[in-house]
Each structure stands twice: as structure tokens, then as C-alpha cells.
């Protein structure tokens, strides 16, 4: 099993920053590809970004690229999402998750734990 506490949420103005972390806990974290994904009331639940096992490859979706940076520090078993410039369409619940596999570009259905969620709200 592995454990995962997102923290980090909050409200911001539009054009302002905030950066989100995960706290893993349970497993080896380097076995592990790490994403964020979000959903934002009435939609699905959407990709942001994910960072692979040894943190060398990164997968961003189109709508974030350039603003958010996905990292992870090893010593600390967290992973983190740096949003800069953020728009009123990126409010949204805000979930880490581990994937086991080898792909940063997999889909949600393809990862194995979650945490539970860190509400973003930007005004405009």
C-alpha cells in the first residue's frame, strides 16, 4: 500500500501561484511514476502532469504546459506542482496519485493509488 496526503490547496487570484504537494509514505517511492490530476465540479477527472520513477521524463497536459512544473524530492518521498500564472478554468480538486508501471503518459485508470484531494479556487 501506498499512503499519499496532498496539501497546499487554497484560493488565489487569477495570475497568482501555488504549489501543491504530496507526502508518500508505505512503498519505495522511486518505484513509482507520480501525476497529478484534477476534476473540477460536473467534468471528469482530467490529467495534469507526471514525472517518472527516476524523475528524468515529464508528461504535461497541453492546457498547463509552460505554467505548471511537476518535481519530486527523493530524500523527502514527496512529490510537488509549481502553478504559476493560474486561470479561473484551473479550479478544481487536485489529486496526487502513484502509478506502478513505466508510461508518463498513462491514464488515470492506470494508477494504482490516490490521495484524497486538495481543493484550488481561482478568481477571476
Known amino acids: 500500500q501506498v499512503q499519499l496526503v496532498e496539501s497546499g490547496g487554497g484560493l488565489v487570484q487569477a495570475g497568482g501561484s501555488l504549489k501543491l504537494s504530496c507526502a508518500a509514505s508505505g512503498r519505495t517511492f522511486s518505484n513509482y511514476i507520480m501525476g497529478w490530476f484534477r476534476q473540477a465540479p460536473g467534468k471528469e477527472r482530467e490529467f495534469v502532469a507526471a514525472?517518472?520513477?527516476?524523475?528524468?521524463?515529464?508528461h504535461y497536459a497541453e492546457s498547463v504546459k509552460g505554467r505548471f512544473t511537476i518535481s519530486r524530492d527523493y530524500a523527502k518521498n514527496t512529490v510537488s506542482l509549481q502553478m504559476n500564472n493560474l486561470k479561473p478554468e484551473d479550479t478544481a480538486v487536485y489529486y496526487c496519485?502513484?502509478?506502478?508501471?513505466?508510461?508518463?503518459?498513462?491514464?488515470?485508470?492506470?494508477?494504482?493509488?490516490w490521495g484524497q484531494g486538495t481543493q484550488v479556487t481561482v478568481s477571476s
Open positions: 496519485a502513484a502509478n506502478s508501471g513505466y508510461n508518463v503518459a498513462a491514464t488515470q485508470y492506470e494508477y494504482d493509488y
Open positions: 514525472i517518472s520513477r527516476r524523475g528524468g521524463r515529464t
